[in-house]
């Protein structure tokens, strides 16, 4: 009895693949070895993986495309097109879908972290975290439409209703808005 071999050869390394090291995807032989992320280099099984123009990535690295992107289309860096770009030039700005979850360059009003889309809230051209969005009197929760500002310091309604009526004015509470922002400008030590 003699073995006759395959002539099946793996994608990744176009070696002969045999049949107890062969793991087929979407019709494609691979080594068991070789059936890797294309960006992380990390081991896939047939159930956490996706392939893109016919190159590997873990369900992460494939996500993680499409939030850049805005779709599957394009990859960090295909074998095939590596060779023709060098330099890839971003041609058109990413899709409203992509930009929900990449990065911002906007700062947090209250902290002066990052403000991600997903956990922000715009008023007055400023962006707050959803949780740094509260009555600087008192903490309380507040929202777009049940909060005063008074140079730049955010209050529920009903705080700032009662400390106008406390004085008569709004003249303590910008005196206190602008001692909090000097403590808050002096650099951490």
């Known amino acids: ?14 070696k002969t693949v ?4 062969l793991l087929s995807a979407d019709g494609v032989a691979y080594h068991k070895s070789c059936f890797k992320c294309f960006h992380c280099k990390g081991t896939l099984k047939l159930g956490n993986y996706s392939s893109m123009e016919g190159v590997l990535y873990c369900k992460p690295h494939s996500e993680q495309l499409f939030k850049e992107s ?16 060098l330099n890839p030039v971003l041609t058109r700005s990413p899709s409203k879908a992509a930009s929900m979850f990449s990065g911002t360059q906007e700062k ?10 997903l956990e922000k809230v715009t008023v007055e051209s400023q962006a707050y975290h959803k949780s740094c969005f509260k009555c600087s009197h008192g903490g309380c929760a507040i929202t777009p439409s049940n909060y005063a500002a008074l140079e730049g310091i955010l209050y529920c309604k009903h705080h700032f209703s009662q400390l106008f009526k406390e004085k008569g004015s709004y003249n303590h509470l910008i005196k206190s808005a602008t ?11």
Request: net charge positive; glycine share 6%.
């Open 1 to 14: 009895m003699s073995f006759t071999g395959t002539q099946q050869k793996c994608k990744a390394c176009e």
């Open 18 to 21: 045999y049949p107890m090291e």
């Open 70 to 85: 805005g779709n599957f289309n394009k990859n960090f860096q295909s074998p095939a097109k590596s060779a023709e770009k």
């Open 108 to 117: 947090c009003a209250t902290c002066g972290k990052t403000a991600y889309p």
């Open 179 to 189: 001692m909090k922002r000097a403590v808050a400008s002096l650099p951490e030590a």
